[in-house]
């Protein structure tokens, strides 16, 4: 609950309770909070709206539940851990890595848990934001990171019959660990990165598992291994050799993930055919072959990694339907061509209501204007993932055309971080009323990144939770990380309109 000196009365509204409120405690607002504290902006606060740090990595316990990046790079560049278990970090492990660096870098004085965010706004003539919680409480602040995630709200669609059924059903990132799955009839609907991780962990434990696959995904090898003490051990003595290790694995992930997956490229065709030979090293079957070949180029949707899947898929309790789902019913599910599957348990593997360009909730900026409509019919643009026109003193982090399709999203957020204090700092310490990222630079910046966009493997055709309603790519960087952060590396207070 916030804390009562924190809070804005009804009354008491004129004061400003904080420099900056961060909203979000996962991997960006920690990282928020970190580079907070190092530029000395020691009067911030972190609002939670769950009861722990971690984010995704708190919401997904489902069974298999890991990294497809390599923990050495999924892991903060100034905090790295050479302790990890496996190539392939689980989700607990990362959770408590991410609860090991709050505590650390001491965020808990500044973190406030079970406060959820219902609206914000801008008063133009002190430069102060005002948000409103969901249990109807106020805080005010001169800047605000929001901090809360891209793929937070699980998707579960309006599926037919779903009253009707008499079994139990999960969402992957809303596991029930209550259900046991032991020797029961199971049927999992998606085939994304969460359903290949949940398939072949609950497979061998099942009696059935149906699969059901709207799109094939393209799958490449999983190097999965427990790392050796020995290699642990150097990395405890040597900082840097982690550090070389870190490179090494960004340089393949930018030098040869990157092309191969952003663009269509004789890199792609490599990578097309390393993920079909994974498919069919593991499957002999022709006609489950066929299933789980694609029919889209690959880079298209998100790429996957896994060893395991493939095989998982060939076993005897396991079996992939790809006739389309109709509707649940008393006792399980029915396919398009009228078959019906008996369950237990249906687990919707069918992913997350995307909120990268689109506002969390109602954000009133100058004129008391709506970002929700600003964004409206062009879709969300930020200047550089960051800033947006007419919304001063606010700063997203995995904003609009930030998400990366081929390597860490943390060397997206870290350089966000630097970048957003710093902007903060300037604010702060000039004593300016509001700063807001001019139109024409914002408009100038979205405008050559959609040409860009143009010529990636994301707009080549198929249906992706990386498009919007218009087929426009409002989530993803079509660039290499590397470069997005050497854009990042200086705020120019020059680029915003400022008020005094
Ligand atoms: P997702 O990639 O959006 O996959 C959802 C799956 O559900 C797809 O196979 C989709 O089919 C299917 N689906 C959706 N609606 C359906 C319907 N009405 N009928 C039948 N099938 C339906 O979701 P996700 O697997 O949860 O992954 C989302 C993102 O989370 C990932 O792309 C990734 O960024 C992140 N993630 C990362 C990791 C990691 O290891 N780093 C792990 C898990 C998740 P279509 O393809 O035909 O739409």
Known sequence: ???QSARTSEANREAVDHDVIVIGAGFSGINAGIRLREQEITDFIILERADDVGGTWRDNTYPGCACDVPSHLYSYSFEQNPDWSTTYSGSAEIQAYIQRCAEKYGLHEHLRFGVGIASAEFDDERGVWRLRTEGGDFYTARAVVSAVGGLVEPSTPKFAGMDEFSGAIMHTARWNHEVDLHDKKVVIIGTGASG???IPSIAPDVAQLTVIQRSAPYVLPKADKALPEAMKATFRRI????TAFRRAILTITEGLVGPAVILDSPLATGMKKLALWNMRSAVKDPVLRDKLTPDYEIGCK????ASNYYPALTRD????ETEGFDRFTANGVRLADGREIEADVVITATGFKVNIAEPPFPILGQNGEALADKWAGPGGKA???VATAGVPNWFFMLGPNTGPGHTSVLIYTEAQARYITEAIRTLLNKDLTAIAVKPKVMRRYHEKLQNRMRYTSWTSG???WY???HGENHTLFPGLATEYALSMRRFKLGEYEVAR
């Open 317 to 320: 309790n396991v079996t992939v």
């Open 239 to 242: 900082p840097f050799a982690q």
């Open 196 to 198: 290949i991780q949940v």
């Open 383 to 385: 200047y550089k993932g």
């Open 462 to 464: 198929c249906q992706s």
């Open 1 to 3: 609950m916030p804390q």
């Open 302 to 305: 998100r790429v996957l990694f």
């Open 467 to 469: 498009l919007d309603a």
